[in-house]
């Protein structure tokens, strides 16, 4: 079965560094999303992607928070100055042409570590 | 304020016996509702979804319910296995394709 790909699967990072998290989504989808899971709390929506383009994006997304799709394959997520505050676990997710919206297909994350 | 909620943070079942998941929301407007899974250490999975002019569906031992009036959804498993030991999230449509509004999820724990 084709799944979302995403690297690294733990990072440690220090407060103030740049961070950048990989996603492969799944071939033939078109939709490409982030989420987030602070450690035990809910997942929040961050931002969507398609036609290489931010479609929507939450609160939580601010300047610090960028997206692309660099290589028609891979979809990163970029912190520029992390936070202790972006400690959680960050899912890649993505969606094909004509499936529901709540069919997504998660990554199995990318924990976020800020000391 | 939160959107979409749960009743109860956990869940503990007897193996062989049926659960019963429920969750609470505030936006009467919400047209789409869906159930995922999250085992430890992995990315949610979808089991189910709902839209708002049903009030009930039924998948492969899964069964959602929709009551709009009391603006409440539940999601029934049965005859819960180990492997359905997890945390269950119910979510609703945000904004746009994609965009979703998850719970605090329950944590389901299957005694064997």
């Known amino acids: 079965e084709p799944e979302v790909t995403q690297t690294p699967s733990h990072q440690v990072t220090q407060m103030g560094q740049e961070v950048i998290l990989r996603c492969v989504p799944i071939?033939?989808?078109?939709?490409f999303y982030w989420y987030r899971q602070i450690l035990g709390q809910k997942v929040e929506f961050l931002v969507s992607?398609?036609?290489?383009?931010?479609?929507?994006k939450s609160e939580i997304f601010d300047d610090q928070f960028s997206v692309e799709r660099p290589d028609g394959s891979n979809f990163t997520l970029k912190i520029r100055s992390t936070k202790l505050e972006d400690s959680a676990m960050y899912f890649c997710?993505?969606?094909?042409?004509?499936?529901?919206?709540?069919?997504?297909?998660f990554g199995e994350g990318s924990r976020l570590t800020v000391l | 304020g939160e959107s979409v909620g749960l009743h109860l943070p956990t869940l503990s079942v007897q193996e062989g016996d049926n659960s019963i998941i429920n969750c609470a929301y505030s936006?009467?407007?919400?047209?789409?509702f869906i159930w995922y899974k999250q085992e430890s250490g992995k990315g949610p999975q979808f089991i189910i979804d709902?839209?708002?002019?049903?009030d009930k569906r039924q998948g492969q031992r899964v069964t959602v319910l929709l009551n709009k009036t009391v603006k409440h959804l539940s999601l029934q498993i049965a005859a819960t296995q180990p492997g359905d030991s997890a945390v269950y999230f119910c979510?609703?449509?945000?904004?746009?394709?994609?965009?979703?509004?998850f719970g605090k999820g329950t944590k389901l724990s299957v005694k064997p």
């Open positions: 997710a993505s969606i094909g042409r004509g499936r529901n919206t709540g069919e997504l297909f």
């Open positions: 071939s033939n989808h078109l939709y």
């Open positions: 992607f398609y036609n290489n383009e931010i479609s929507e």
């Open positions: 936006n009467s407007a919400s047209d789409y």
């Open positions: 709902i839209r708002s002019n049903m």
């Open positions: 979510a609703e449509r945000g904004g746009s394709q994609g965009n979703l509004i």
